[in-house]
């Protein structure tokens, strides 16, 4: 076996990373390393812990992971391994995107373009299993993907690195990666590795203002796709869709400042005065208590 991995892992948790360890040694049934940065009182963002680590990682390829992640599947290293040999390959994770759009929006615009295999420990205890795969791929091809599991060959990494400047915290790095190497390779969701994530999300403020950093960054490039390509009519339908959707979604959390949400629902029927849709935004909006 002509090949490493090196685990990379933020750490806040010891116990929980010492699990992992353990699950790792237990299930990737190849060499490995495992690089675990206590990061309780440094004060470093994850994008600059990761950097860190993968500098002095010896490890072919490079796994970011969370600590509150386990593998279920027995020797995934070498069905992780033969896929990034591939030249064009950037990045693996277990849920992603299809498609970026300009837009305003996370990894997702809408259910359509998700890719997806994992199962997320909900914080009622329960498990529930996300799988979304249409066209029945072992790797799907994707733009962006969610950051709690990350593969990348060493040299793609060292080529494009972590932007701890623009993301100096902990949200926003995942996407902004991701995109990033998807402009020059081809990213992926992993479709035949179980993993289990066991700590559930959250979207706060500073989720927010990392999202709009992202946007800001990315521009000029965006939007992006993977493995299909919309006609301009898909395109506009698509935007205009994923805009009205998030915008009810930040209302709904509660993420805009005062006033914002007025002026972001406006701006949207602005833009598309003709749709009914646009105007139900002002009734979402009454619902969710416009600030």
Not at 20 to 47: V, Y
Not at 147 to 168: I, K, N, Y
Not at 194 to 221: C, N, P, Q, T
């Amino acid at each position: 076996m002509n090949y490493s991995f090196s685990i990379i892992v933020c750490s806040i948790k010891p116990e929980l990373a010492e699990a992992l360890h353990q699950n790792i040694a237990s299930t990737i049934g190849c060499p490995f390393e495992m690089l675990i940065c206590d990061n309780r009182n440094t004060g470093k963002g994850i994008c600059a812990v990761y950097n860190e680590a993968a500098a002095r990682a010896t490890g072919d390829y490079l796994c970011f992971v969370h600590e509150d992640v386990l593998f279920h599947t027995p020797h995934w290293g070498a069905r992780i391994a033969q896929k990034l040999r591939e030249e064009s390959c950037g990045v693996i994770g277990f849920a992603g995107s299809n498609t970026k759009l300009a837009s305003l929006s996370g990894w997702s615009a809408n259910s359509s373009d998700v890719r997806q295999h994992y199962t997320q420990r909900l914080r009622s205890g329960k498990r529930r299993h996300f799988s979304t795969n249409p066209a029945n791929e072992e790797f799907s091809p994707s733009v962006c993907l969610d950051g709690f599991c990350l593969f990348v060959r060493r040299e793609v990494w060292q080529q494009s690195p972590f932007d701890a400047s623009t993301f100096p915290g902990f949200h926003g790095y995942d996407l902004d990666f991701t995109t990033s190497i998807a402009r020059r390779w081809s990213n992926y969701v992993c479709q035949i590795v179980e993993v289990e994530h066991i700590s559930e999300g959250g979207f706060s403020k500073v989720w927010f203002e990392a999202l709009k950093r992202y946007h800001d960054k990315h521009r000029e490039e965006l939007p992006l796709f993977a493995g299909w390509s919309p006609t301009l009519e898909q395109l506009a339908t698509l935007e205009r869709k994923s805009e009205a959707y998030f915008i009810k979604f930040l209302l709904k959390m509660g993420l805009y400042e005062r006033g914002e949400g007025v002026k972001a629902i406006f701006r949207h029927i602005g833009k598309y005065p003709l749709h009914a849709s646009s105007w139900a935004l002002l009734l979402k909006g009454l619902k969710y208590g416009l600030r």
